[in-house]
DNA sequence: GCGACAG
DNA sequence: ATCTTGTCGC
C-alpha cells in the first residue's frame, strides 16, 4: 500500500491540490502483461448514495468458479463533492476503508470509472491501482475523455478511445451486449490494455452482462443497502 | 468565452 | 450518483 499517496490524496483540499497528487500517480503506473490463467480472485467496487452519505460494496468472487468469497459494506460520509476528472478524491476513502476490512487477498480490482481514459491518465481505477500497488481494471459506462467511433451492434466489437492531443490509444470502447451502450475499458495499474479487455469480456459472459459481473453484482447491493440508510 | 463532463 | 412512469424491444 502506497501511503504517501494515500495520505495527500486524503488531504488533498482544492483542485490544484488534486492536480498535483494525479500528476504523481501518473508517474507510478505501471504497464504489465499479466498472466490470466494465474488469477485466482477478482473483486468489484461500487459506491451508491443518499444525500452525502456513501454507501461502498466491495465485492470478492473466485475469478475460476465466480462463487463469491466474501463481501465488505462501507457506510460513511463523504467530504469531497464530485468534479469530473476528480472522482478519485470522494470515493477512494471509502473504498480504501472496505478493503482494509477484507481477509481474503484480492489479486485484481475491476473499479467502476476511468483508468488511464482520463486527461492526466489519473482516473479513479489507476488512483487506486498506485495507492493499492495491486493490478485494477478502468469500467466505465459513459465517456469522461477520448475520442471514438461506436464499435459496430455486435457482441464485443470494439473500438480505441484514442487521447485527441497526443493520438495515444488510451482505451478501448466494448459492444459487450448487443444493442446496448458500449463500455469504455481503459488500464487501472499493473496491468496492459489487452489483459484489461480480455479480463473484462470474460466477466460479461458473452453478451449477458453489459458490465462485468463482479461490478452488477456490487452496485445491486449497494442500492440495497441504501434503502436501510436513514437521512 | 464555449462546450464537455466517470460516479 | 439520484429523481422518476410508462413504454419499447429482445
Known amino acids: 500500500m502506497n501511503f504517501e499517496i494515500l495520505n495527500k490524496t486524503l488531504s488533498a483540499k482544492n483542485i490544484y491540490e ?6 504523481l500517480v501518473r508517474e507510478l503506473i505501471e504497464f504489465r ?32 468458479t465466480m462463487d463469491i468469497l466474501e463481501q465488505v459494506v462501507t457506510v460513511s460520509k463523504v467530504s469531497f463533492p464530485y468534479i ?12 480504501v476503508d472496505s478493503i482494509n476490512r477484507l481477509s481474503v487477498n484480492v489479486d485484481l480490482f475491476i473499479v467502476d470509472g476511468q483508468g488511464v481514459a482520463h486527461p492526466r491518465r489519473a482516473g479513479i481505477a489507476t488512483h487506486l491501482g498506485v495507492i493499492l500497488e495491486k493490478p485494477t481494471v478502468g469500467c466505465a459506462k459513459s465517456l469522461l475523455y477520448g475520442c471514438y467511433i461506436d464499435p459496430l451492434n455486435e457482441l464485443n466489437a470494439t473500438t480505441d478511445l484514442v487521447d485527441p492531443v497526443t493520438n495515444e490509444v488510451i482505451g478501448k470502447v466494448i459492444r459487450t451486449k448487443v444493442s446496448t451502450k458500449p463500455i469504455f475499458v481503459s488500464v487501472g495499474n499493473y496491468i496492459n490494455l489487452e489483459k484489461s479487455v480480455e479480463i473484462v ?12 459481473l463482479p461490478t452488477f453484482i456490487a452496485d445491486k447491493l449497494s442500492k440495497e443497502e441504501r434503502k436501510k440508510v436513514i437521512l
Open 201 to 212: 469480456k470474460r466477466l460479461t459472459f458473452n453478451g449477458k452482462y453489459r458490465i462485468p
Open 33 to 64: 502483461d499479466i498472466d490470466i490463467s494465474l488469477l485466482n480472485v477478482v473483486a468489484g467496487v461500487d459506491l451508491s448514495y443518499k444525500g452525502d452519505i456513501g454507501i461502498c460494496v466491495l465485492v470478492v468472487f473466485d475469478f475460476k
Open 18 to 23: 488534486c492536480k498535483n497528487v494525479q500528476y
Open 84 to 95: 469530473p476528472g476528480f472522482l478519485a478524491f470522494r470515493e477512494v476513502p471509502l473504498i
